[in-house]
């Protein structure tokens, strides 16, 4: 068996934390589906992925590298490529006509590249703020971002498009209520907020990063706890082991919405995969231990993987510290148990002893 590798998709093929075997795998099913695009598109899809990387390491202009170490560059990558999947089994199965075709393919990669980039600082007037700060204002940052960058890149005529488009990927605009130039660029929508939802719930160690990333980056948002008009508080998470538990309910509800409001589009990567939806099944392993982990009373000492690092997530934080301290006990608990058996099972040898004074003693 062929264990899946933390820093691989759900295929174990490509390698999420590394933009080049990304990049590659996006351009070989552009390719395969557009054997006839422009070589212009082609270039226009490197430089954004090249661009999205330099915004990550704090490499480009007038930005400071990511430091939300869950919405971090591994993030963007697996979203990039799940949303590339989507459209791929999306248009292959259109009729004719009916199809996306190449440009609005690239417009819905150029989506899933820069859709949480209003996290990132701005050099200058934003370095004393932490980019988890903009958690509720994100996705309007991020379509801000997109409205200058699209002019740079010869697509300026979908700048605007792509500064409501960007949307379906958040909150703060209800989707039902997002603008879009024609129904193609919904169906667009629909699939990259589709893929921002399964890459993130399929992720190997999804249950670790939600105790040692997001959990933080909840509090500073303000979506951990928060205060109505009247000053009267509301816990949505009390600790990161809360919102670990809180997961597969979360699913559900995430799951109401591709259904509901995104159209069901997860059923695409069926066609993409050949029969298989593996982001569902990856998604459904992981609410499976999540549940597996609340009938043992919460145990965090259960999250025993170790999540990659990429620019924004190469920081331990003290939900990271706690966890490993926990799984170390958790160790040592069992350890004692095999070393100190007496009362629990009786050692194998003993079993067997004086088989014949069992069988009277019956």
Do not use: W
Request: glycine share 8%; hydrophobic share 35%.
């Amino acid at each position: 068996m062929n264990f899946r590798r933390s820093d691989y998709d759900v295929s174990n093929t490509v390698n999420v934390t590394d933009p080049a075997a990304v990049g590659a795998a996006v351009e070989s099913i552009f390719l395969n589906l557009y054997q006839n695009a422009e070589t212009a598109r082609l270039g226009i899809l490197r430089q954004a992925m090249r661009d999205v990387e330099r915004l990550y390491h704090g490499d480009y202009p007038g930005f400071a590298a990511c430091d939300t170490p869950y919405h971090d560059l591994q993030h963007i990558m697996d979203v990039t490529l799940a949303s590339a999947r989507l459209m791929d089994g999306f248009e292959r199965s259109q009729k004719r006509g009916d199809e996306l075709g190449a440009e609005m393919f690239l417009f819905g990669i150029l989506l899933a590249l820069f859709h949480d980039t209003g996290y990132l600082r701005k050099l200058g007037s934003e370095d004393q703020i932490q980019g988890a700060t903009f958690t509720l204002v994100h996705v309007s940052r991020g379509g801000e971002i997109l409205k200058h960058y699209l002019p740079k890149i010869g697509m300026g005529d979908k700048a605007y498009a792509a500064s409501r488009v960007v949307h379906f990927t958040g909150y703060e605009v209800p989707v039902e209520r997002i603008e879009v130039p024609a129904p193609v660029y919904r169906t667009v929508g629909n699939l990259v907020a589709t893929g921002d939802m399964l890459a993130q719930m399929s992720d190997r160690c999804y249950l670790e990063k939600c105790h040692d990333r997001l959990y933080p980056e909840f509090v500073l948002g303000g979506l951990a706890r928060s205060r109505d008009a009247s000053g009267q508080e509301h816990v949505m998470f009390s600790s990161a082991q809360d919102l670990v538990l809180k997961t597969p309910a979360f699913y559900r509800g995430a799951k109401k919405r591709m259904d509901e409001l995104l159209g069901g589009v997860y059923h695409f990567a069926e066609k993409h995969f050949g029969g298989h939806n593996l982001y569902i099944e990856e998604v459904e392993k992981n609410m499976r231990f999540a549940e597996f982990i609340i009938a043992n009373d919460g145990d965090i000492g259960l999250l025993r993987r170790t999540p990659p690092q990429t620019p924004g997530s190469d920081h331990a934080s003290p939900e990271s510290v706690d966890r490993g301290q926990r799984v170390e006990e958790r160790r040592e608990r069992l350890q004692d148990r095999r070393q100190n058996p007496h009362g629990l099972i009786p050692p194998t040898g003993d079993r067997r002893k004086n088989p014949a004074d069992r069988r009277k003693a019956a």
